[in-house]
């Protein structure tokens, strides 16, 4: 429908019916207005597969009908395949467009804050270009089939504990360089319709009614011009959501809500508390019409869209298995894989016959069908199963010595281990890394009577690994959807050849964890007091070993990289510098590498990670096939936040350029000067006189400064070394005045400061 239609429209709505339109009609449902000819549109969870609800007013779990569960965030992000991901998101768009649906609430992508995010499955990274990127991937997919996603949930929310009301303490520099990051690149990328807020404060305000968050930022920073929906239950102060930008309220709040709009509306304050203090909880019309507008827009075009077609769902379950095969992470192998085909093999683990292949809460797909990895591997191998531990009790330790006996005689042993379903899910957050002492009692006792021991995991984030050195092979299969088994089994016997890599660090303990000691806060506030020092930042920067580093994933074939080429040795902040590298498949099997590139700034003017991930390729190489990866990088990869210019700054000076396998595997340097421009500080009494002699009008003043004092520049400073500083330059202008003798006045002062600051 046309903008000018949209409008003529809204001129004929009624202020009641205006309110109604910006809050669910039911669980899943917006309000139609009949009357108008508006319709409604139907939404539902979620980022790995569908669960519509079989009754619309139904916001519990279970009862959906059922979808495929394609591998979850956790699996899909370790592809590092934005390819992958969108044709993850096309198939479940197709299944939403024969389900009926308009918008998938999907993806999600907060920052991986710590390992023990309850809800980290349904997350990629803890970093934002991959996080960013995968998610850009998985919305165009989704919205090449004409359905509408809902990106979430915006921003920070990094923790389930006390998620409805914590208050995140987070810089303004840790909010762009990672958290908000991780959205701002697939809001310009892929332009998702629809955003999801989250139910976490940001520095006092909730996402559901910050007007910087979701118009300052979102809309006029970001050019987003979709809707801003609230996670389910996510609304305090429902007029104050509408004057910062919050479109649509989910679920219906059985027109309470709706009613306090039109009160705000008719200059009669609300009840609620208003936490802004632009805010005075009267809405003007015009303030409600941009919500309005930007739904109805929303609801027509995914409604003109709406077109229902049969979708083939047996041929999903081998799309499942086939991303996921491109997704898990062969983290350690010593000889052991691939296994031979037909030999005698021990499968054991109770989760070889009952997988865990996702997680709890509201992603939780109703599947028809599960791989199950014991069917997977009979295919290959001549097996002998055992229980090994029971998911029922994970304290019975009683099934380990039949695993034992069963793992004696064999060529090789499969363990599948990991987390049972009640260690982690959406609402609670782990106190811990440990898989089940009946696992590790299990591979203890197995690798001690057989050496070929290859452990498969399947968890939803990093656990500790205390069996590291015990077993010969590990496989990271993380929740890997519904077929994860048969990639699994393809896997293991060579039927392909692992290519995912790891896309958060494994640390060796919790204790090392950035966000370990102050995980989740009080009940009231969480202080996210490591900044920008996020995953590997932060291990790269204190030097801490981690059991496996971000990036990491082997292969079975080995690939060798050569001649890195800049663009240019010397830039300015503007240009766009092109990388390029060879990579040659040097080993016996076909295979995919992931090239990684990081940045490092090599100045010490301002606290930086060791370096960041800018950019990242997944290549095809056939043995001994050579190619060359290209990389663009804008000024951007070179950028820190800086929180006194509230801006992207770049420092003039040189950068490194690495290229790797992994961010612990660098193969290839090589530098690059940028010259940048240098942000002036406004210079205030309450600047350093340092920061006067660096401004770019500076010099003359703190000279004309310094003769007031009947001082040459010469005498104060020895050499005439700009850097050259004194206990002079820590004084700030204000000392001028009172401590060196009434020789300047305020006014003078300001005079010549207002002279440095002009232009
Ligand atoms: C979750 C959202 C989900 C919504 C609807 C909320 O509890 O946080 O991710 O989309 O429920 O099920």
């Known amino acids: 429908m046309k903008k000018k239609d949209i409008k003529k429209l809204l001129a004929q709505m009624t202020i009641e019916e205006k309110a109604g339109l910006l809050s669910g009609l039911d669980g899943w449902h917006t309000k139609p207005v009949d009357r108008l000819g508006i319709p409604s549109i139907m939404m539902a969870d979620g980022p790995h597969g569908l669960r519509k609800q079989r009754l619309g007013n139904d916001v519990g779990l279970g009862n959906s009908y059922e979808a495929t569960c394609f591998p979850t965030a956790s699996l899909l992000a370790c592809s590092w395949d934005k390819e992958l991901a969108a044709k993850q998101g096309q198939a479940i768009g197709e299944e939403a467009s024969d389900q009926d649906l308009q918008i998938v609430l999907g993806p999600g992508n907060n920052i991986k804050r710590s390992p023990l995010c309850g809800r980290n499955f349904e997350y990629f990274s803890e970093d934002p270009c991959l996080s960013g990127n995968i998610a850009a991937g998985i919305i165009n997919g989704i919205q090449s089939e004409g359905i509408g996603t809902a990106l979430k949930h915006f921003a920070a929310n990094s923790q389930e504990a006390n998620r409805l009301v914590i208050d995140e303490r987070i810089s303004e520099r840790a909010l762009r360089e990672i958290y908000l990051r991780s959205f701002e690149i697939p809001v310009k990328e892929a332009k998702p319709t629809s955003l999801m807020c989250a139910y976490n404060k940001i520095n006092g305000d909730y996402c559901s009614q910050s007007k910087w968050l979701l118009t300052d930022i979102l809309r006029e920073e970001w050019g987003f011009k979709g809707i801003v929906m609230s996670d389910w239950g996510a609304v305090d102060n429902r007029p104050q959501g509408v004057y910062a930008g919050l479109d649509l309220e989910m679920p219906s709040s059985f027109g309470i809500n709706d009613k306090e709009i039109v009160k705000a509306y008719k200059g009669k304050k609300t009840a609620m508390k208003s936490h802004d203090k632009h805010f005075d909880n009267t809405l003007s019309e015009k303030e409600i019409d941009a919500c309005c507008e930007r739904m109805l827009k929303l609801i027509f075009s995914q409604n003109e869209k709406r077109n229902v077609r049969k979708c083939d769902y047996k041929s999903h379950h081998e799309i499942a298995a086939e991303i996921a095969k491109e997704c898990m992470v062969l983290l350690k192998n010593e000889k052991l894989l691939p296994l031979k085909e037909g030999t005698k093999v021990a499968v054991i683990g109770e989760m070889a016959k009952k997988p ?30 055992a229980q090994g531990y029971s998911l029922d009790d994970d304290k019975d330790t009683s099934k380990i010595a039949k695993a034992v006996k069963a793992a004696k005689d064999k060529d090789a042993v499969i363990i599948i281990a990991g987390l049972p379903d009640n260690y982690e899910s959406e609402g609670f957050d782990r106190s811990h890394m440990n898989i089940p002492e009946s696992h590790l009692r299990l591979i203890e006792k197995v690798s001690k009577v057989n050496k070929n021991v290859v452990v498969v995991l399947c968890n939803g984030s990093p656990v500790a690994m205390p069996f590291v050195n015990d077993v010969s092979a590990i496989l990271e299969a993380y929740l890997s959807g519904q077929a994860g088994a048969k990639a699994m089994a393809e896997i293991l016997f060579g039927k392909a050849n692992p290519c995912g890599k790891l896309a958060e660090t494994f640390p060796m303990k919790i204790e090392d964890t950035p966000s370990y000691l102050d995980r989740w806060g009080n009940e009231k506030t969480v202080n996210y007091g490591e900044g920008i020092f996020v995953g590997y930042r932060w291990y790269e920067k204190r030097k801490l070993p981690v059991l496996f580093p971000f990036g990491h994933g082997l292969s079975y074939t080995t690939f060798k990289y050569s001649d890195l080429e800049i663009s240019t040795d010397e830039a300015s902040e503007n240009d766009i510098i092109t990388v390029k590298i060879k990579v040659k498949n040097t080993g016996k099997y076909d295979g995919k590498e992931i090239v990684q590139l ?100 500076g010099e003359a003043a703190a000279e004309e400064i310094l003769r007031i004092f009947g001082k040459s520049k010469e005498e104060v400073y020895s050499d005439d070394e700009k850097d050259n500083i004194t206990s002079l330059d820590w004084c700030i202008l204000r000392n001028f005045i009172t401590m060196f003798g009434m020789k300047l006045s305020i006014s003078k002062l300001q005079k010549i400061l207002d002279k440095v600051n002009e232009e």
């Open 598 to 697: 990081y940045v490092e700034d090599l100045s010490d003017n301002v606290m930086r990670p060791v370096k960041e991930l800018k950019a990242f390729e997944k290549i095809m190489l056939l043995t001994g096939e050579e190619k060359t990866v290209e990389f663009t990088l804008d000024r951007r990869a070179f950028a820190y936040w800086d929180d006194i210019h509230h801006d992207w700054c770049v420092n003039s000076g040189t950068f490194r350029i690495h290229v790797g396998a992994s961010s612990a595997d660098i193969r290839l340097t090589d530098e690059i000067k940028i010259n940048a421009e240098p942000k002036q500080k406004k210079i205030t009494i309450y600047s350093t006189f340092r920061d006067l002699r660096m401004h770019k009008n």
């Open 356 to 385: 865990r292949f996702q997680g709890s809460g509201s992603s939780q797909v109703t599947v028809s069908t599960v791989s199950k990895p014991l069917d997977e591997i009979k295919k290959y191998a001549e097996v002998e199963y």
